[in-house]
């Protein structure tokens, strides 16, 4: 749904360009822009009001309040007040247990793959609808300062994130009525708004070393004639200042034999507690010492921690971050050595011994750290969008995909199609067969990682390619085609070459919202009329109806000397009941009707094909459904 603005002046329409850059974070985001009078991108915003919390608070009339104001509802209704939400998105319970104890809030328990909701006084809200409310804050800030309405964006995520987790933020993009042009990787963005590789003679290689609250990415990045090239990407979603925050909290309950299981069992204790723990971190980033006083379960406590014993409790957690970084080189067959510098994004980086270990790791003098470190991912953000808005048409970004890209194979195998670290825009496709004779569909399910068995790696999704022709196993030749755009969103075409039978998806994740969940929230956030998805999805049957219905009565026709008068006659009344079905609106009916119908012809579809002599094709065969 595009915005219009009408000069009142003279009457002429005109469609707002504007393209935002959004760092939607873990623990802040920020938008930003670039002016096109000086060419310079910024954040917008009130001065000092710029960066919004990532913190939504329900008031007791389930209405939704967002940053500032909401976290300072973080200490007296932990219950009511959800941070970190990036965290969730895209995510199961199982993928975040054994850290659900860290929110304040409560996440509901399920064994499902679908992605986790959040009980908030008796309302249900999942991840999305929590971001979209997120991004519809940033996106008023922006049409405030730039007094316009604003309907396009380029959204930053980390590096590491999968495909659900775009495909998530992208949906909440949506639901927040954002257009969404690009999903970028966050420190893509960052080394765009260092400026590096903007001179197209410039040719070189940097790492980009992202610490923010929730989440640390570390990105190799080669830059050759105004060309990003990602060459490795690694990183954890699990560590961040916020881990910063739990060590220092730790090493007060040592100091004063606090409990920690009892601390974290008052929900609102424990957030007191983490905030002065936050403040503790930020004073040390400048002071030598911190020392305050906190009142909890009766009790007044001194609060003191120097920096020295700050660094010896954070030095594990900054030791995971060295560790990916060693990786990455490694990924990106490099050494310290090809480096040639080093970008420091996000909030945690101001702690001076994260910039040290970084220093040291990479053996340089000295790193980039000049911008704030808290904007530099927005103000990518907003030089990309500027690109996309054909403002610098002279920059081209490529990126990597973090993981490797397949499809499950007979035995549970991974059958890797993109390989990890391939350049995205990409497609790759590979040829299969069937398993069984007379196998009429395929079940192609779709997984991103490394191990070789698909139930180590994450499923992606799955889909189903019919109306293959009753053929003996191996002859069917089906053709399996991966597009990843550059969001990092795969698309998957399947195509039976013998028939031309095709399907094409985008993948669900599996992780993500059902396509009802997404339907009716979409419904609800657009006014799209209901009825007219029941129409589409109506009419939607009924053709494949009248597909099935043609393919039968040709079946009968062609071979009716072959067939029972018993086999003839009860697939005469089945075509004749869906024929009928399709006269009328129900959806249910028809599809029940098409099931009977195929369960009729099945066996006798079978019997021919045993009659045909199967030519069996080499090649990997794909479980029967
Ligand atoms: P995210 O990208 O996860 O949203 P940010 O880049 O905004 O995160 O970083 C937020 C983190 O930075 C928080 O953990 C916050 O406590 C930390 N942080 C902010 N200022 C400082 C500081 N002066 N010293 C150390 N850490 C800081
Ligand atoms: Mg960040």
């Not at 191990?451 to 053709?479: C, Q, S, T, Y």
């Not at 698309?491 to 969940?517: C, F, M, N």
Request: net charge negative.
């Amino acid at each position: 749904m595009a915005r219009i603005k009408i000069n009142i002046k003279d009457g002429t329409i005109k469609r707002s360009d504007k393209v935002l850059g959004i760092d939607l974070g873990t623990t802040n985001s920020l938008v930003a822009f670039v002016d096109s009078s000086t060419g310079n991108a910024i954040c917008l915003g009130e001065e000092g009001d710029k960066i919004v919390p990532s913190v939504i608070y329900v008031t007791p009339e389930n209405e939704l309040i967002v940053g500032q104001a909401a976290k300072s509802h973080l200490i007296e209704e932990a219950d009511n007040t959800v941070y970190s939400v990036k965290r969730l998105l895209g995510r199961s319970y199982t993928d975040i247990a054994g850290h659900s104890s860290s929110f304040g809030y409560h996440i509901m328990p399920d064994d499902s793959k679908a992605m986790v909701n959040i009980n908030i006084r008796g309302k249900i809200y999942n991840p999305i609808e929590l971001s979209a409310q997120i991004l519809k804050s940033l996106k008023v800030k922006a049409e405030l300062a730039l007094g316009e309405p604003i309907s396009k964006a380029v959204i930053t995520v980390p590096a590491y994130f999968n495909d659900s987790q775009r495909q998530a933020t992208r949906d909440a993009g949506k639901l927040a009525g954002l257009d969404v042009l690009r999903i970028v990787n966050e420190p893509t963005a960052a080394s765009l708004a260092y400026g590096i590789g903007l001179d197209k003679s410039q040719t070189t290689t940097i790492a980009v070393y992202d610490l923010g609250g929730g989440t640390f990415d570390i990105t190799i990045l080669s830059i050759q004639n105004g060309v990003f090239e990602v060459l490795s990407t690694n990183g954890d979603t699990y560590t961040g200042g916020d881990d910063f925050d739990r060590a220092i909290i730790t090493y007060w309950c040592e100091q004063h034999q606090l409990n920690m299981q009892q601390l974290e069992a008052d929900k609102s204790v424990y957030q007191e507690i983490r905030l002065k723990a936050e403040e503790a971190k930020k004073h040390l980033s400048t002071n030598d010492t911190f020392e305050s006083t906190i009142a909890v379960f009766n009790n007044v406590y001194t609060l003191s921690i120097d920096r020295s014993s700050f660094e010896k409790s954070i030095q594990p957690i900054v030791e995971k971050t060295l560790k990916c970084c060693r990786m990455a080189l490694k990924d990106a067959g490099l050494t310290h050595e090809d480096i040639q510098d080093v970008v420091m994004v996000g909030g945690s980086t101001r702690t001076p011994y994260v910039i040290e270990s970084v220093k040291r790791l990479f053996r340089k003098e000295r790193v980039n750290n000049s911008l704030n470190p808290d904007e530099v991912v927005a103000l990518g953000a907003a030089i990309e969008a500027d690109i996309l808005a054909g403002n610098r048409k002279d920059i081209l970004l490529l990126d990597v995909t973090p993981l490797s890209l397949g499809i499950e194979t007979l035995g549970g195998m991974m059958d890797t199609i993109i390989p990890r670290n391939s350049k995205v825009p990409t497609n790759a496709g590979r040829q299969y067969t069937t398993s069984k004779d007379g196998q009429l569909s395929l079940r192609i399910s779709v997984y991103q990682g490394e191990r070789e068995m698909v139930a180590d790696n994450r499923k992606l999704g799955e889909f189903i390619l019919d109306g293959i022709p009753a053929m003996p196993a191996g002859l069917p030749k089906i053709d399996i085609r991966f597009m990843l755009n550059a969001d990092g969103i795969l698309s998957i075409e399947a195509v039976e070459l013998r028939s031309g039978i095709k399907q094409t998806i985008e993948i669900q994740p599996q992780y993500g919202l059902t396509d009802k969940e997404v339907e009716t929230m979409l419904l609800a956030a657009m006014s799209n009329a209901e009825a007219d998805m029941h129409k589409r999805q109506l009419a939607e049957t009924i053709t494949e109806a009248e597909q099935v219905l043609y393919q039968c009565r040709k079946l009968l026709f062609s071979n009716n000397d072959l067939l029972s008068e018993e086999e003839k006659s009860s697939t005469g009344m089945a075509i004749e009941e869906l024929e009928e079905l399709c006269k009328g609106d129900n959806r249910e009916a028809i599809n029940q009707s098409m099931e009977r119908l195929n369960s009729v012809t099945r066996p006798f579809a079978e019997r021919l094909m045993d009659q045909a002599i199967g030519k069996a094709l080499t090649g990997k065969k794909l479980d029967a459904l």
